[in-house]
């Protein structure tokens, strides 16, 4: 195949669904052979975390695998309804689905990390609904709500919190009203669970961090620690190798592109502040680090291109193999 057909065929839905079809055995058969660690440690304060909602094996399976589901349509769908890659291209869904299969053993359970990432590309794209548009304040509030709610289950949401409100103001929306309703989804859930009995002395807990790497072997910690250092690398390149084109685009595509920027580097600081948790931004750090890459690749489509990412796509396969081989 010619470097020019290469990179047209990275970028079609078609290559999109391969690497789907190949990453979906690829953390069934992690699962199979029970090469994953069970995440532990009830880091809730009012409502338990998201890993000890489903006690069942099976269902906390297919919950984990509808979840990755519903966040690589989602990466779909945020390219399509507001068009950020300013190309036609599927290249966010395979890279998520190659990064996510890197680190199988998370793929595979529904956790804080699979909510997370789940929650804020579902509020990101109720935010870019509401660009140059602020009279939408019942968005506002639902973004708000949703954090704010989430904040019970762990504490690791709170700190999304200024992001979406400093999105607020990328989005050409940030006034009093907009203040009014981000305050009240804050408050909203808080004061249902208090009038529901739940924020009694009793009820509030301290959360039980458990971090992984206590409970995994020094090999798993050192590829988890890999893989993450290269995601996270990948992330910060492709995001210096956008800046300059991105000056170039309009303002909404400039707020579109700040907002993911916001999202990346935040979701960075917490994993080098929040260590022990650190699990629990892999999916949204995989999920932001998609966008990047694809961003870069989608406004830079020579003819070599194409062998660059299959090189990204190839690497992080060795990496799952390694993965499953420890």
């Given amino acids: 195949m010619k470097a020019a057909a290469l990179t047209r065929y990275i970028h079609s839905q078609g290559f999109a669904a391969l690497i789907l079809a190949v990453a979906l055995p690829g953390v069934l ?9 069970p995440i532990t440690g009830d880091k809730g304060f009012v409502i338990p975390s998201a890993n000890e909602w489903i006690f069942q094996p099976w269902a906390d399976l297919v919950a984990a695998l509808v979840a990755n ?3 690589v349509a ?34 595979v359970q529904f956790y804080t990390g699979t ?11 109720i935010l870019f609904s509401c660009y140059h548009s602020p009279t939408l304040t019942r968005r506002v509030f639902l973004i708000f709500l949703i954090l704010s709610a989430a904040c019970a289950t762990q504490y690791c949401y709170a700190l999304y919190i200024p992001v979406f409100l400093l999105g607020c103001a990328q989005m050409r929306i940030f006034n009093a009203r907009t203040v009014v309703a981000a305050l009240l989804g804050l408050i909203t859930p808080w004061w249902i669970m208090g009038a529901c009995g739940m924020l009694d002395p009793g009820n509030i807990r301290v959360p039980n961090l458990v971090s ?19 995601t996270s690398a990948l992330l910060i390149g492709c995001f210096i190798l956008n800046v300059m084109k991105t000056i170039a685009y309009n303002a909404r595509a400039r707020a579109y592109s ?17 260590y022990n948790n650190l ?3 892999i999916p949204l750090l995989n999920y932001c680090a998609a966008y990047e890459v694809a961003g870069y690749f989608s406004s830079h ?18 990496l799952y193999i390694c993965q499953i081989q420890l």
Avoid: W
């Avoid at 909510?115 to 794209?125: H, S, V």
């Fill in 258 to 274: 700040g907002a993911f920027a916001t999202l990346s580097l935040v979701t960075l600081a917490g994993m080098l502040i929040d």
């Fill in 74 to 107: 989602m990466a779909g769908l945020t390219d399509k309804f507001f068009n950020v890659l300013r190309s036609n291209s599927a290249l966010p869904l395979t890279i998520f689905a190659v990064l996510q299969l890197a680190t199988p053993g998370l793929s």
């Fill in 69 to 71: 589901a519903a966040i």
């Fill in 301 to 318: 489509r020579g003819e070599r291109t194409g062998v660059a990412v299959a090189c990204i796509v190839l690497l992080y396969i060795i």
């Fill in 29 to 37: 058969g992690a699962y199979l052979f029970g090469e994953f660690t």
């Fill in 212 to 230: 992984i790497f206590s409970v995994i072997n020094r090999q798993m910690a050192v590829h988890l620690l890999v893989t993450i250092g290269l």
């Fill in 279 to 281: 699990i629990s931004y």
């Fill in 115 to 125: 909510a997370l990432a789940l929650t804020a590309a579902g509020c990101l794209m």
